[in-house]
């Protein structure tokens, strides 16, 4: 089954990676993703872990469909 990712957490971690990209990630940022991956994956049962892979394949490595 497929981890469902809110639009929300999408662009979090979207913001992140371009702060990555840039080599300027702030703490900020990086503790807001995590705080929001924690809670999705608390709200929805799903495994953190499984839940913030999940994000990074779909920012960092999208289908030609969703880019």
Known sequence: MAIE???GLIQ????????IQAGQLTVKTA???QAAVTA???????SRYEVEMALKKRV???AP???
């Not at 979090?12 to 702060?19: G, I, N, S």
């Open 65 to 67: 469909a969703e880019q």
């Open 12 to 19: 979090l971690e979207q913001d992140a990676w371009a702060e």
């Open 5 to 7: 990712l809110s639009a």
């Open 40 to 46: 999705h994956a608390k709200n929805t049962g799903e």
């Open 31 to 33: 503790a807001a993703v």
């Open 60 to 62: 960092r490595n999208p």
